[in-house]
């Protein structure tokens, strides 16, 4: 089975801190994501990749970058995390264009 | 723009029975629609996968299918069991595949009482 493993279940941040979540798959995919969920919301895309070095920019990429670098590990980085980025950030990635896989989830806690 | 619709929001069951989780989209120019389980404060899990030109797919309770031309699909679950308890997710796929065209419903929650 696909494993998408995300570093951290349970993060708290600080405002103003520079926060990097890292998400690593083990199946060769070509697709890595990064979703937000909030409640009320749903899942939202912030940014995704379809190849090393390559990303394009979601529904809400503001406040957010990404990096690349191999192919099995995909990273969010809060360049300077503020109060409205608390949320739970997923991690997922497909052989296009088939079955998404989940990681297990980031829950952000911005004070 | 696609939009994809989960209702109810919330379905309460006693253990045993048989139930349907509905997922509708509006635009039915697809590539494929998959279905996800999310317990609380985890990870989505897939569940199915349909293609469209498939009409439907099982997985051992569930079955899911697919009615492009309605926009319709719906998730059965046979002989619901209290661990079935989970919020359960459509995503639809734009025609060209691409994942900026992943669109996911808000959801059901079901709870499934022993």
């Known amino acids: 089975d696909v494993k998408v493993t995300q570093s951290s279940r349970y993060l708290v941040k600080r405002t103003g801190e520079k926060v990097f979540l890292e998400c690593v798959q083990d199946?060769?995919?070509?697709?890595m994501f990064w979703y937000r969920q909030d409640p009320g919301l749903g899942l939202r895309l912030i940014y995704f990749?379809?190849?090393?070095?390559?990303?394009e920019k979601g529904d809400i990429p503001e406040g957010y970058s990404v990096s690349r670098e191999k192919k099995e590990r995909f990273s969010l980085i809060l360049e300077s995390a503020s109060t409205n980025q608390t949320s739970m950030y997923l991690c997922?990635?497909?052989?296009?264009?088939?079955?998404?896989?989940f990681g297990s989830g980031t829950q952000l806690s911005v004070l | 723009k696609q939009e994809v619709t989960q209702i109810p929001a919330a379905l309460s069951v006693p253990e045993g029975e048989n139930l349907v989780l509905n997922c509708s989209f509006t635009?039915?120019?697809?590539?494929?629609l998959q279905w996800f389980r999310q317990d609380p404060g985890k990870g989505l899990t897939s569940l199915l996968l349909i293609q469209s030109s498939q009409r439907e797919q099982t997985s051992g309770r569930l079955n899911a299918s697919l009615d492009k031309s309605s926009g319709r699909s719906t998730l059965y679950i046979a002989a619901s069991q209290p661990g079935d308890s989970a919020t359960y997710l459509c995503a639809v796929r734009g025609s060209s595949g691409s994942a900026r065209q992943l669109t996911f419903g808000s959801g059901t929650q079901l709870t499934v009482l022993p």
């Open positions: 635009d039915s120019a697809i590539y494929n």
């Open positions: 990749s379809y190849d090393v070095k390559m990303k």
């Open positions: 997922a990635s497909s052989k296009f264009p088939e079955k998404l896989f």
């Open positions: 199946m060769d995919h070509e697709n």
